[in-house]
C-alpha cells in the first residue's frame, strides 16, 4: 500500500509554449508536490480536441507540452507522467459518468457556457460541453485525493465531487472524492498590459512565453505597464502592475516579497523592470536548452511517455475494473 496521498493534475497543450502564469500559477509546483504524495500529471491532449487544431499542431504541442514539463522539474521516476491519450480508461470512465450527469447539470458550467457563448451556438460542439466530464473521469480515474487547481477550475472539481458522491451513493463505495489542493506559494500572474486580467495567451502582448526568444521576452517585460506614480510598493490592489512584476521576481527566484521591495527603495520602475527581466530570462535560457535537447531525442520522449502510460494505467485499470463491477457489466476475460 502507498500510504501517501494521491495528485492528479493535467495540462492542456493548446499553446506553442507555456507562458510565466502556467509556470507560477501551476506547473511550478508540480515537482514540489511530488516529495509529499503520489503525482499523477499529465497533458490533456484529448480536451485540446474540443478546438479545431491541425494534426500536425496538436502533435508538436503535444511532445512541447510534455517536454516543458520535464523541464520545469516533474521528475518522471518519481510520479507518472503520461499523454492523456494513452491511458484508454480515461475517455472509458468519462461515458460512465456522462451517463450519470444531468444534462442542465453540465449545461450550468460556467466554462462551457462562456465558451459555447464565444463560439455561437452552431459552431459549438458536444466536447466542449462533456469537457467537465472528461475531466471528472481524469481525475476519479486515479482515485486523486487531492486536484490542485486554479479559480478557474473550481465548478469542474466540484462537478468531479458531485460525481464521485452520486457513484458511490448509487452503487457502493468505489471511488474517491477528490480535494481541492490549495497551492500555498503559488503567484497568480496577471497580463502585462492589463494588470488586473489573468496572464493568458489569447492576449499576446501582455503575456510572456518561455520559450518565446529572449528578446521578445526582455521586450515584453520592458513594455509593462506599471502606473502614474513612482513608488515601489506590493500592493496589487492599487499598484497591479507593479505588483505583478514583483510577483514574476518573487515567484522566480523565490526571494521574498519583502527583500525585493527593500532593495528597489529609491529606484524607479525601469530598474524593477530590468530585475523582472533578468529574473525570467535567467530561468527561460536553460529552461528552453531542456526543452530543445528532449526535442531533439524524440525516441528518449516516446520512451519517457510510454512508461509514463504504463504506471498510469496500472492505477487507471485498477479503478475501472472496480468501477465495471460495481455497475454490473460482465468482467472481462483476463481482468
Ligand atoms: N481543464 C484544465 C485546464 O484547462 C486541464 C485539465 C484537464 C485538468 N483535466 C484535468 C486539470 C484534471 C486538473 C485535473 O486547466
Not at 119 to 138: E, K, R
Not at 146 to 165: F, M, N, Y
Not at 243 to 248: A, D
Amino acid at each position: 500500500m502507498n500510504a501517501r496521498p494521491r495528485v492528479l493534475s493535467l495540462i492542456q497543450p493548446t499553446a506553442d509554449s507555456f507562458h510565466l502564469g502556467n509556470l507560477l500559477g501551476a506547473v511550478q509546483y508540480w515537482p514540489v508536490l511530488q516529495e509529499s504524495h503520489e503525482c499523477f500529471y499529465g497533458v490533456a491532449d484529448l480536451h485540446a480536441l474540443t478546438v479545431a487544431t491541425e494534426p500536425e499542431v496538436v502533435r508538436q504541442r503535444t511532445l512541447v507540452s510534455y517536454a516543458q514539463l520535464m523541464a520545469a522539474g516533474v521528475d518522471p521516476q518519481r510520479g507518472a507522467v503520461f499523454v492523456q491519450s494513452h491511458v484508454p480508461e480515461h475517455a472509458e470512465l468519462m461515458w460512465v459518468l456522462a451517463c450519470m450527469t444531468g444534462f442542465g447539470e453540465a449545461g450550468r458550467m460556467t466554462q462551457f457556457k462562456d465558451k459555447s457563448a464565444k463560439a455561437g451556438a452552431d459552431s459549438t460542439n458536444v466536447g466542449l460541453f462533456t469537457y467537465p466530464v472528461l475531466m471528472a473521469a481524469d481525475i476519479l480515474i486515479y482515485g486523486a485525493n487531492a486536484v490542485p487547481v486554479g479559480e478557474d477550475q473550481r465548478q469542474h472539481l466540484e462537478l468531479s465531487r458531485d460525481l464521485a458522491q452520486r457513484f458511490n451513493k448509487r452503487y457502493g463505495r468505489t471511488l474517491v472524492v477528490p480535494e481541492p489542493h490549495i497551492m500555498k506559494n503559488t503567484a497568480k500572474i496577471n497580463d502585462l498590459q492589463e494588470p488586473n486580467a489573468k496572464m493568458s495567451k489569447s492576449s499576446p502582448a501582455g503575456c510572456v512565453n518561455l520559450l518565446d526568444p529572449l528578446k521578445t521576452i526582455e521586450k515584453r517585460i520592458k513594455s509593462a505597464v506599471t502606473d502614474s506614480d513612482t513608488e515601489i510598493r506590493f500592493d496589487p490592489q492599487r499598484k497591479p502592475g507593479v505588483s505583478n512584476l514583483i510577483s514574476i521576481i518573487h515567484g522566480l527566484t523565490g526571494q521574498p516579497i519583502e527583500e525585493i521591495v527593500a532593495g528597489l527603495q529609491g529606484q524607479m520602475y525601469g530598474e524593477l523592470k530590468k530585475q523582472a527581466a533578468a529574473a525570467v530570462i535567467a530561468y527561460a535560457e536553460p529552461f528552453q536548452a531542456t526543452v530543445q535537447s528532449l526535442l531533439e531525442d524524440r525516441a528518449q520522449l516516446e520512451q519517457l511517455m510510454k512508461d509514463g502510460a504504463e504506471k498510469a494505467r496500472q492505477a487507471a485499470a485498477a479503478t475501472l475494473d472496480a468501477v465495471y463491477d460495481a455497475i454490473g457489466f460482465v468482467r472481462r476475460a483476463g481482468r
